[in-house]
């Protein structure tokens, strides 16, 4: 009986040990697996595309949050939850995404912003949309810039899944000087760091027909916290600047993450959404912009609705918080919002198109 009595002991023991080491080794593996960009990067393209070498005078680019394919029309915020009897099943996944991609080919952009787009997670059935809207622009020059990448989380919520992959996706119909991943705002401190996004403004930099002037194009989706949306818009507002003074031709465009500036909130009334349960339902910091420079959006749609409950007319709030912001030595030649009815996301798209000002210095 003391011998069967020892032999169990040792059991449990060797049993602890071995789930202690298993603990250990996880946790080691989560932290040596962290993604830790660092604050300026070049982004490698993802595809071999032979686009224009060319040197436009003007651009056309069409910017959209695409909800990681997944905030659709009939969605509400417990797809995000992580429970598998709320996660959209993978038809209408490859639904959102056909129709996000018909309706791209079917536009006369030189430049596509993607926001919210998934190469694997949890939450959208592990479906790579990269390569799948991917797979109909084989010959524009493709990026990816992963935002929120997580290999496993043992602690999964509706703000972290269990495997998340998602980010930015840029395509361009004319060949890049390069493309480059610049951190914006501040980074969460460790160990919440390694389970938290880590949110940039992807630089697509052209050629421009002016010796020494470039197009800079770049792609954003800020954050609806307005403490930290302070924080990212503090850094860009100051590369953007940097850029200016040099004379370099500048469009940024996205997903702002507040309701543009002069924009009145309930434009789109009516609804029953209580505001005040949405991050987003402020209007953006503006004031640090050069005065010269132009907000592009058209209110005539909203650009964004709630996911409280289903997309209904009268009843989600709405708003617009897709834009663009011009450097002043463009000329804006068309500025469009389309209203999709948050069909296949819970943003519509919206696109834009500059030209050079003639006459620059």
Request: hydrophobic letters at 40%; a negative charge; glycine letters at 4%.
């Amino acid at each position: 009986m003391l011998r069967n009595k020892r032999k169990t002991n040792k059991i449990i023991i060797l049993s602890s040990a071995a789930l202690a080491a298993i603990i250990v080794l996880f946790f080691v593996f989560i932290i040596f697996t962290e993604y830790k960009p660092n604050k300026i990067e070049e982004i490698a393209s993802i595809n071999e595309a032979k686009a224009e070498s060319f040197a436009p005078g003007g651009i056309s680019i069409v910017s959209w949050n695409l909800g990681r394919c997944i905030k659709s029309e009939g969605s509400d915020s417990s797809v995000l939850s992580g429970q598998a009897s709320s996660r959209l099943n993978e038809n209408n996944i490859k639904k959102n995404i056909d129709n996000i991609t018909s309706y791209l080919s079917k536009q006369e952009a030189d430049v596509y912003f993607l926001q919210d787009i998934d190469l694997k997670a949890y939450n959208s059935r592990m479906i790579d949309q990269v390569y799948l809207i991917g797979a109909s622009f084989k010959k524009w020059v493709q990026y990816y810039c992963p935002v929120f990448k997580i290999p496993i989380n043992p602690f999964p919520s509706e703000e972290n899944e269990i495997i998340v992959n998602s980010g930015f996706m840029t395509l361009s119909r004319f060949l890049p000087e390069s493309c480059i991943r610049m951190s914006i705002g501040t980074t969460a401190k460790w160990p919440e760091r390694i389970f938290s996004k880590k949110n940039c403004a992807v630089i697509t930099i052209i050629n421009s027909p002016v010796e020494g002037k470039d197009w800079y194009l770049i792609n954003i989706n800020l954050s609806p916290d307005y403490e930290k949306q302070k924080n990212e818009l503090e850094t860009l507002y100051s590369y953007m600047k940097n850029l200016s003074e040099e004379g370099h031709y500048i469009i940024a465009g996205g997903n702002w993450g507040g309701v543009l500036p002069d924009m009145d909130i309930k434009t789109f009334s009516p609804f029953v959404t209580d505001i005040k349960t949405i991050l987003w339902a402020h209007n953006l910091e503006s004031h640090e912009i050069p005065k010269d420079w132009q907000w592009c959006y058209e209110n005539s749609f909203p650009s964004i609705r709630s996911l409280d409950i289903p997309f209904a007319n009268d009843k989600n709030f709405t708003s617009v918080t897709d834009g663009f912001v011009v450097s002043s030595n463009l000329k804006v030649d068309l500025i469009r919002s389309s209203d999709l009815d948050f069909e296949s996301s819970n943003h519509n798209p919206v696109s834009i198109t500059v030209s050079i000002r003639e006459n620059q210095p």
